[in-house]
């Protein structure tokens, strides 16, 4: 473990140095270039773990990071301005659905700098004089993430390119790619998990990188999305029931307390799949937005127990706060770990405030340290994935079954869930993704799955606005548009996406 770190900092520390092919922004250079590297198999080893650096880098970034991009759109219903200076409220994330543009949206440059990389390990895998083994190993690491990567481009924007070469030099097309359709980008995602499948056994076991499990969960979660949401009929999920079976669904795969998931200092644990790897060197992440500026935080209660940081962008509106409290009356044992609230203000009258008590770092000092994980995928989601599975199948008690080892952790009580009508079986699914997965970034894509979104308020000065209202006049309303840049360097071959500007 601590060599899989340590190359993590010298791929991170080697991507600093290199220059940018304009429009995807691909960073390039020495580590990309045949006549300098790939001679050594030390090259091929240091090489993979990078891809995950640049991966860490994207979705750890202010903007571009798994919150934004997978719960926050969600709206006011989950998650709203700071409490106290309502910070969010002119950041371009929380911007109306229906006025957000090209303008005011976030990039990609990140995760195709990612993409090139993995691009750059097949090219040359063979070519490093390294062992069979080692061969195989860097090229499944490198399929598994560049299907990661076109899995999350193909849902937040649908119509982007698709480069399957590195960039190594500027005059290359890779450099001003065509659009492609969603159907063209997902197809590339099956190609190239049909083509990690190959190599699976090769694939190892540091859940940093990618494993068979974590391959299984990304495969199960596609072929969910490609029969919900892009009507690619049944055999997807006959393909997503495969995957889930090939993980084995029990709640032996999940920790017996559920803070103990996000314990900093439990790192890697049972319950994780698939995490990128975060810590004092390489402290990062969304989190620092739930925590709140300490001039507005009572001395004694600054992280003890609100976390501290230099401002709070996001916080849980007060229909979410009295949601919790209700559930934790009911014995729900969660909510402590995904929410704080109590009178710790620094003003005279003492108001309530709400934080996130969830991934917060490192509270020892005067103020948060954010070196827990980031993490992608847990076992708790092939739970939920699976009673998704088998509610689109009309296998409504199967569906139970599987919330009821969710709900067992949670409520101590066996059982919870019995009714085997349709209507309340997806009410319970979106009910449990709700209070399971909060600001872990994953809860807007199981909502688009379900078709729960539609009934969801984003944010907005209009109540009655949903995103089926929304769809009236934006028919890809649940895409990202793409940023102006983009269409701007290479015209005629990217374009905004129908309904945005």
């Keep these: 473990m601590k060599k899989t770190i340590r190359i993590f900092l010298v791929a991170a520390l080697a991507s600093l140095a290199m220059s940018s092919c304009d429009i995807l922004d691909i960073e390039y250079g020495m580590s990309l270039n045949s006549t300098t590297m790939w001679k050594d198999p030390s090259d091929l080893e240091k090489s993979v773990p990078g891809i995950y650096s640049r991966l860490r880098s994207y979705f750890s970034a202010n903007e571009c990071n798994v919150f934004y991009l997978g719960e926050i759109r969600v709206g006011d219903s989950v998650w709203g301005p700071s409490l106290e200076s309502k910070v969010a409220d002119n950041f371009k994330i929380a911007c109306r659905h229906s006025t957000l543009t090209g303008s005011s949206t976030i990039g990609w440059s990140g995760l195709y700098s990612t993409i090139d990389q993995a ?45 399957l070469l590195p ?30 499948e190959a190599l699976l056994s090769s694939l190892g076991t540091s859940k940093y990188l990618g494993t068979k499990d974590a391959y299984y969960m990304l495969k199960a979660e596609y072929a969910l999305w490609m029969n919900r949401v892009q009507e690619g009929g049944d055999s997807y999920l006959t393909m997503a029931e ?126 948060i340290v954010h070196d827990n994980d980031l993490i992608y995928y847990r076992y708790a989601y092939a739970v939920m994935m699976m009673a998704e599975l088998k509610y689109y199948k009309k296998d409504y008690a199967g569906a139970n079954a599987a919330l009821n080892i969710i709900a067992k952790r949670a409520y101590g009580v066996d059982d919870k869930y019995t009714s085997t009508k349709a209507e309340d079986v997806l009410k319970n699914i979106v009910f449990e993704y709700t209070f399971e997965f909060p600001a872990e970034g994953m809860l807007w894509f199981p909502l688009i799955r379900t078709g729960a979104i539609w009934d969801y308020v984003p944010n907005s000065e209009r109540p009655d606005e949903t995103f089926r209202t929304l769809k009236e006049k934006n028919p890809n309303i649940l895409l990202w548009p793409i940023a102006n840049g983009s269409i701007n360097k290479n015209p005629g071959k990217i374009h905004q996406i129908e309904g945005w500007s």
């Design 242 to 367: 495969d995957a889930l079976n090939a993980i084995g669904i029990s709640g032996s795969k999940l920790l017996s307390n559920y803070a103990n998931v996000f314990d900093r200092t439990n790192k890697c644990n049972a319950e994780i799949v698939f995490a990128l790897n975060n810590d004092v060197n390489n402290k990062a992440g969304y989190q620092e937005y739930f925590c709140h500026p300490s001039n507005l935080v009572a001395a004694a209660y600054r992280n003890n127990p609100v976390p501290i940081s230099s401002t709070q962008w996001w916080a849980q509106p007060q229909s979410m706060v009295d949601a919790y409290k209700a559930n934790e009356a009911a014995g729900d044992t969660r909510v402590k770990t995904n929410l704080g609230y109590g009178p710790y203000s620094a003003a005279a009258d003492k108001h309530e405030m709400t934080w996130c008590n969830k991934l917060r770092g490192d509270m020892s000092g005067s103020k």
């Design 119 to 163: 691009n750059a390990v097949l090219k040359y895998a063979d070519k490093c004089n390294a062992t069979q083994d080692v061969v195989d190993w860097a090229r499944a690491q490198a399929y598994f993430a560049r299907a990661y990567c076109y899995f999350w481009a193909g849902r937040i924007w649908g119509y982007c390119p698709v480069n």
């Design 167 to 196: 960039v190594e030099s500027t005059d290359q097309p890779e450099c001003y790619p065509d659009q492609k359709t969603p159907a063209e980008v997902f197809a590339q995602v099956e190609a190239d998990l049909e083509a990690c």
